[in-house]
């Protein structure tokens, strides 16, 4: 394993120079042990390396403290606003949003990398957790299904999950929700904004609010399950006080082997077009130039699309185009 160590701290010290993961000659700047933690095999091109690299960065740092995970992205170019042509200029803007100087994000990068290399490490020499389970916390989503009512005085969002045991003993599930307001809003977000109703399977015991717009909340189970038990349960989210944004994703925490998505529209507030979005990056969801396969509405103005095997910290869901804005 240290031998593994050593040479991904190496490669990807390479990496980050110049361009980073947009430089011209990529196929010359992964080397072995990259190509092998990241899936890249002969014959891949330019883009598909970069897709490989970039999808499996990404997913490594999700479990790190957010200064090293931001100075990462920025550092091979991941981050879509720090893909500036010089390794110097991605520091001083990671450096930026960190709120710290030049010579501290070089050592949070320096940091996240020998972090990183010492996960990939782990799953080169068998000893570790794959990347999607990295996360885990004693549970996975085998089923959930969502569906968002925008046809009502307020959005509206059922969830219905199937969740496996992954160890014995387990009495409590940690879930997270984020509100899309708006984000021009001069009033910040506050806990009692979220309004969350267990419909059946256990006790809403804690609501917190862990960002800016992220709801963590902490499900408290009837009776404790074991390996391998599998448990429903079923949420309802409603947000009084606040605008939805034109887009929902599920962005897995944890593995998420199915998640279907139904969104009911309000016939009077049909979008102009709406957009699939599948494995994406979380900031894309708001990007200006919206990406991803065409989706139409019924006669009854519901849409329906699934999803499987999801890559957690990526983007699975829809966003739409109005001509009168947010719900």
């Known amino acids: 394993m240290e031998g593994n160590f050593a040479n991904l701290v190496s490669e990807l010290r ?40 970039a999808d499996r960065l990404e997913t490594l ?10 100075t990462l992205m920025a ?26 100087d030049d010579r501290t994000a070089r050592r949070r990068i320096d940091e996240g990398i020998d972090r990183i290399a010492e996960l990939a490490a782990s799953l080169l020499s068998g000893s570790g957790p794959s990347p999607s389970e990295a996360s885990a916390t004693g549970w996975h989503t085998d089923e959930l299904k969502i569906s968002l009512a925008l046809d009502q005085p307020v959005p509206e969002v059922f969830e219905l999950r199937r969740v496996v045991a992954e160890r014995d003993h387990l009495s409590e599930l940690d ?27 256990g006790t809403l015991i804690k609501k917190t609010l862990e960002s800016k717009d992220r709801f ?17 349960f079923a949420l309802r989210y409603r947000v009084p006080n606040g605008q939805m944004q034109p887009h929902f994703v599920c962005v897995p925490k944890h593995r998420t082997d199915y998640f279907e998505l139904r969104v009911r529209f309000d016939l009077d507030k049909l979008p102009d077009r709406i957009w699939r979005l599948a494995d ?15 989706l139409w509405s019924n006669v009854a103005g519901e849409v329906r699309t699934v999803f499987r095997q999801l890559t957690p910290g990526r983007a699975y869901g829809i966003r739409w185009s109005s001509p009168d804005g947010p719900y």
């Open 61 to 70: 740092a999700q479990g790190l403290p957010e200064d090293l995970r931001v």
């Open 14 to 53: 390479t990496l980050r120079k110049g361009r980073g993961l947009y430089v011209g000659q990529i196929s010359d700047r992964v080397g072995p042990a990259l190509r092998e933690v990241c899936g890249v095999v002969e014959g891949d091109g330019p883009a598909e390396i970069r897709r490989k690299v």
């Open 175 to 201: 879930l997270a929700m984020t509100l899309t307001s708006d984000p021009e809003r001069a009033v910040p977000v506050h806990v009692e904004e979220l309004a969350v109703d267990v419909f059946y399977g």
């Open 75 to 100: 550092a091979f170019g991941i981050d879509r606003e720090a893909r500036l042509p010089f390794y110097q200029d991605r520091v001083r803007w990671a450096a930026e949003r960190i709120h710290r």
């Open 216 to 232: 963590g909340l902490v499900l408290a189970l009837p009776d404790e399950l074991h390996r391998e038990d599998r448990y429903d």
């Open 280 to 294: 994406a990056f979380q900031r894309d969801v708001d990007d200006p130039t919206p990406a991803g396969d065409t």
